[in-house]
């Protein structure tokens, strides 16, 4: 059972290019987490999907960020027309349900470089 | 909207060394508190989960407590190695929003 899977690892951007960074969470997970961690920062949350749902996207930047979790494929983290604050470590975690006795797990992140 | 400290931020001891990480929170509405690893450019790896009804969670040479009416989790490492040495985080899933809220994390060397 592979665990959560997240690609590329690392990504180099231009300002003003598009930024998608994929999740792959663990067989039979259904809800999927992103979070920020910026240099020398602690991790900050940013959505929460369940398959095909937001939940709660209370962390997120109101825009130029999204984020979507489909019925079938990855879930999809969306930053359009980067800009150099963004460059940050991003990771996903995914976890069996919600609530008490779960364990989230997580992926190894995607780093964001914007030059 | 929860809150969560560690203290120390960092700390370097001797190998073989027992020590504490603590953990503190601002809303004791939770489901579940977890601590996690994390290697310098790397990603966060479980180590051990509490559940809101229990006290204490043990895995190998870690031992982790929770006191839910007071806010509080401690990491206890025993005989620490070199190995050891990371950032630890604790983070808690509240019922406000079903999400974990991170601390800033421990830093942690372990000299040998």
């Known amino acids: 059972n592979a665990g959560v899977m997240q690609n590329p690892r690392h990504l180099v951007r231009r300002r003003g290019q598009e930024a998608r960074l994929r999740c792959s969470p663990m067989k039979g997970h259904s809800h999927v987490y992103w979070y920020r961690q910026l240099p020398e920062e602690g991790l900050k949350f940013m959505v929460y999907?369940?398959?095909?749902?937001?939940?709660?996207e209370s962390g997120m930047p109101k825009e130029r960020f999204s984020a979507e979790f489909p019925k079938e494929g990855p879930s999809i983290l969306r930053i359009q027309q980067v800009v150099r604050g963004d460059s940050a470590a991003y990771f996903c975690?995914?976890?069996?349900?919600?609530?008490?006795?779960?364990?989230?797990?997580f992926g190894q992140g995607t780093r964001l470089t914007v030059v | 909207k929860q809150e969560v400290t560690q203290i120390p931020a960092a700390l370097s001891v001797p190998e073989g060394e027992n020590l504490v990480l603590n953990c503190s929170f601002t809303?004791?509405?939770?489901?579940?508190l977890q601590w996690f690893r994390q290697d310098p450019g790397k990603g966060l790896t479980s180590l051990l989960l509490i559940q809101s009804s229990q006290r204490e969670q043990t895995s190998g040479r870690l031992n982790a407590s929770l006191d839910k009416s007071s806010g509080r989790s401690t990491l206890y490492i025993a005989a620490s190695q070199p190995g050891d040495s990371a950032t630890y985080l604790c983070a808690v899933r509240s019922y406000a929003g079903n999400m974990l809220t991170f601390g800033g994390g421990t830093r942690l060397m372990v000299k040998p």
């Open positions: 999907l369940q398959k095909e749902n937001i939940i709660d």
């Open positions: 975690a995914s976890s069996l349900g919600g609530g008490v006795n779960t364990e989230a797990f």
């Open positions: 809303d004791s509405a939770i489901y579940n």
